[in-house]
């Protein structure tokens, strides 16, 4: 194969996205960073060499060089729903049991962590990622596509040539909100207020370059063109996730009964602090898409999933010790 020929672009594209997969999505990478680093650099004199033969899928182009005037709005094809919240183990019990009457035998709960983010809504056409928009107020979001972009975890490629739109929650890990509000300090500027705020105003930058310095993240969790995806339940959807390349929050549990969700509600709410990104409770789903179907929708959310939220927490702030003089 010719060293600076399209071929060998193509080889490189294809190798340093795999690369990507394993390091952002899989959290096992297979590659040093300077094997990467090398033909990455070799990737970039192609590209210079021949800027005709530039693919957006290339790992270069995750951070675009035209500002944007603005935001296009985009208006969904499928609501971007909110949920209904439980705020203690009745409620949950009440979720539970109306769902269980609705249903014609035993059902079974997908609980996720819920992630304290922003809802974001990604386009895949032939594999590849044609637009990131915002859930605005869940039926007109912004076109975001631009910042997206930045997000390593978000593969510009997917592994087979599928088109869906998939849904997920973008967000700031909590050691990136530490790093930049240190740096802040510093610089004596005034500090970001949480990790959710700083994601919103990451993913609202007119410049890329911004978008990438607040290092966001993501986790994938439903679909709504699921004629490329053919699951039945929720489980499976997160495997078919893995296989195209997305990333899913492997802290999730297929709970049968109500103390099975508690249990995890509790596990999870005793590691809440210990986790590398803010969560604000449970999302419980009903697994069985078929059941999904017969229960519907409300105006604002759906019926067959609940958002068990953590009882706010009390700021505990630190009185520093006077000095008596
Ligand atoms: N924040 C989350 O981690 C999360 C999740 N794990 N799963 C869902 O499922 C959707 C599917 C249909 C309705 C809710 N939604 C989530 O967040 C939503 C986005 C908008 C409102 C909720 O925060």
Redesign the pocket.
Known sequence: MQPNSIERLEQLIELLNDYAYHYYVLDKPIASDHDYDVLYRELVDIETLHPEWIRPESPTQRVGGQLLEGFKKVSHAQS????GNAFNENEVAAFIERVTNAASGPVSFMC????D?L?IALTYEAGKLVRGAT?GDGTIGEDITHNIRTINSIPLQLRRPISTEV?G?AYMPKAVFAALNAARDEKGEVPLANPRNAAAGALRQIDPKMAKQRQLNA?I??SILTESFNPMSQEELFNQFSEVGLRTNPLRRLCQTKDEVMDFIHEVGAKRHDLPYDIDGV?I?VNDFQLREALGFTVK??RW?I?YKFPAEVATTVVRDVEWT
């Open positions: 971007m729903y909110s949920l996720e962590c819920k992630i983010g809802a859930r849904r929650e986790f969790y439903d999302v789903k959310a759906p999933a958002a």
